[in-house]
């Protein structure tokens, strides 16, 4: 009996949990139609669509997406209503749906040190030349820490770059200033020519 019960109870717990990651969106707002990601997700739609001969707008798309996506979501509400005291109580909740979208723009966070007036790059997501603290801010625990997708990083990416700097300045003792921030680059699909425009963002910049 013990084992049954032990059973159904994570069986309970994957189907619950299963469905707050699923890749069903928590909310749809117009203005999420507007970022860059999402325009260029809809213009590769209506160039598929268009090639197989179903003549289509980006705005009709977008006015579908919207439709469908607002179902899924209060869906999505409907069904995690009833646990969400438990969530609260166990702190596992999970507040998006995973995978929901390529990211198309990602973010590289970035720590640079100045020494004899020039930026020298020490750490670079996913950068074999620039691995200092590697194993640290490789950690997914870390991650949750900073977010190179939001408009306006939460005080913990603050915290989290005076930590750096204080780190970095410390283990490098002949730089005279430390750099934290986010490269934003634009992945581009198979076939596509590259864009090799980059764009920093978040910088901080702590002095010895």
């Known amino acids: 009996m013990r084992e ?3 059973a159904a ?7 619950v949990h299963g469905i707050a990651a699923s890749p069903l969106p928590k909310s749809v707002r117009r203005a999420q139609f507007d970022t860059p990601i999402a325009k260029e997700e809809i213009g590769r739609w209506v160039h ?3 090639s197989v001969g179903i003549v289509t707008t980006h705005a009709e798309i977008a006015e579908a997406s919207i439709t469908y996506g607002t ?3 209060d869906l999505r509400t409907t069904l995690l209503g009833p ?3 438990w969530f609260r109580i166990s702190g596992t909740g999970q507040a998006w749906g995973l995978f929901t979208f390529p990211d198309t723009f990602p973010h590289q966070l970035t720590v640079e040190i100045e020494r004899g007036g020039t930026w020298e790059r020490i750490f670079a997501g996913l950068d ?3 691995t200092w603290m590697r194993t640290t801010l490789a950690y997914r625990r870390v991650r949750g820490v900073y977010d ?3 408009r306006k990083p939460a005080k913990s990416y603050d915290n989290l770059a005076n930590w750096l700097a204080a ?3 410390a283990d490098f003792p002949d730089a005279t200033a430390a750099r934290i921030g986010f490269v934003r680059f634009h992945t581009k699909a198979p076939g596509e020519p590259p864009d090799t425009e980059q764009t920093v963002k978040f910088q901080r910049v702590v002095p010895r």
């Open 4 to 6: 049954h019960v032990r």
């Open 167 to 169: 780190r970095a300045l």
């Open 9 to 15: 109870l994570i069986a309970f717990a994957l189907l």
């Open 83 to 85: 646990f969400r005291p």
């Open 128 to 130: 074999d030349d620039a």
């Open 71 to 73: 179902a899924l979501a």
């Open 48 to 50: 598929l669509l268009t």
């Open 148 to 150: 190179g997708n939001t």
